[in-house]
């Protein structure tokens, strides 16, 4: 995206805000939402929402303008497609038909997007196009078209997370002359574990596990006699060394086991190149003994998020913004 623009990653407990200007970060915001606000990651509250973001950038001295939003798995179908040759008016005549399974209401009524992964050749020749490939209704971008309106922005783009992850690994891979290594980012949220494999800049899989930090704040709740909320408290600060509970080790290890099965599956069937490194962003990226545990059960490279964020230096807990940089450095 030329120019400066705003993106904004809204999640279940948080909405996280970064300004790009420059393809480096220059401005950053996190603020927890209320109760309800968002519910199985649709905004449910559209005033409220927008009061919030509002808040949210006066928080960070962040100027309204252009902005980039993330959208909820749920609003959106993404997918990896494998086409013959077409031309630009042929994809978008086409695309449609790709998604014949997966839509519940008329083609008429969805936005199509796509961009080309690669374009595969014999003897020179181009045989087959690699497309990863999304749709979403055209109510729900005109939705956050109007929410956006109402916290004072400008609403340029929406986007698949898929997409914000593989634009960030990709500026990655630019920066460090073409390096085309397999890396999963392993996104550590509150409802659970989502795991997203590229080579490059180019999605292959994601994989998706009902074990995140709600749980280990249950756990935390049920043996400490708190609410959630004190727990999750407890949790982020470590409070009287809270992420080092026997039962939280317990939910670590089972973290590290579905990664490391997710891993495992993905080299199986990709032997030309076998993943070996992982690097983790979302809210609970930054629990050492999360680390500690997929790195022991794993034994993969744990890269830092910080390497894959140009201005990381600028964010006190980079990990947590990971997703709204690579949404704003989508081109």
């Not at 997007?113 to 497309?131: F, H, K, N, W």
């Not at 043996?223 to 949790?235: F, K, N, Y």
């Not at 470590?238 to 891993?263: F, H, L, P, T």
């Amino acid at each position: 995206m030329a120019g400066t623009i705003t993106a904004f990653d809204i999640g279940e407990s948080a909405v996280k805000i970064v300004t790009v200007s420059g393809e480096n970060v220059k401005k950053a915001a996190c603020l927890e939402l209320p109760d309800n606000l968002v519910s199985d990651g649709m905004v449910v509250f559209n005033d409220a929402m927008a009061e919030t973001l509002r808040t949210a950038m006066s928080k960070g001295g962040i100027s309204k303008g252009k902005a980039a939003v993330i959208l909820p798995d749920r609003l959106v179908f993404a997918r990896n497609v494998v086409v013959p040759p077409m031309t630009e008016a042929q994809l978008k005549y086409n695309l449609p038909f790709e998604f014949k399974d997966y839509l519940n209401q008329e083609k008429s009524r969805y936005y199509f997007d796509y961009s080309v992964q690669e374009i595969v050749r014999e003897a020179g020749e181009p045989t087959q196009m690699r497309l990863f490939a999304c749709a979403a209704l055209k109510e729900t971008i005109e939705q956050y078209r109007t929410l956006f309106r109402l916290a004072g922005c400008r609403l340029e783009t929406a986007i698949p997370e898929e997409v914000a992850y593989g634009a960030l690994v990709a500026d990655y891979t630019a920066r460090h002359k073409g390096d085309q290594q397999d890396c999963c980012l392993v996104d550590v949220g509150h409802r659970g574990l989502r795991m997203y494999i590229y080579r490059g800049g180019e999605f292959r899989n994601r994989r998706t596990v009902s074990l995140g930090l709600g749980d280990l704040e249950q756990v935390i709740a049920d043996e400490r006699g708190v609410d959630i909320h004190m727990a999750h408290t407890h949790l982020m600060t470590n409070y009287q060394d809270a992420q080092s509970m026997q039962q939280c080790q317990d939910i670590y290890n089972r973290m590290a086991v579905e990664i490391m099965k997710s891993v495992n599956f993905y080299n199986y069937n990709n032997r030309d190149q076998s993943l070996h490194r992982i690097c983790l962003c979302g809210g609970g990226a930054g629990i050492p003994s999360l680390q500690e545990a997929i790195s022991h059960t794993t034994d993969l490279e744990l890269m830092n998020v910080a390497e894959l964020i140009p201005g990381a230096e600028k964010l006190e807990n980079p990990w947590i913004y990971a997703r709204a940089v690579g949404c704003a450095l989508q081109k």
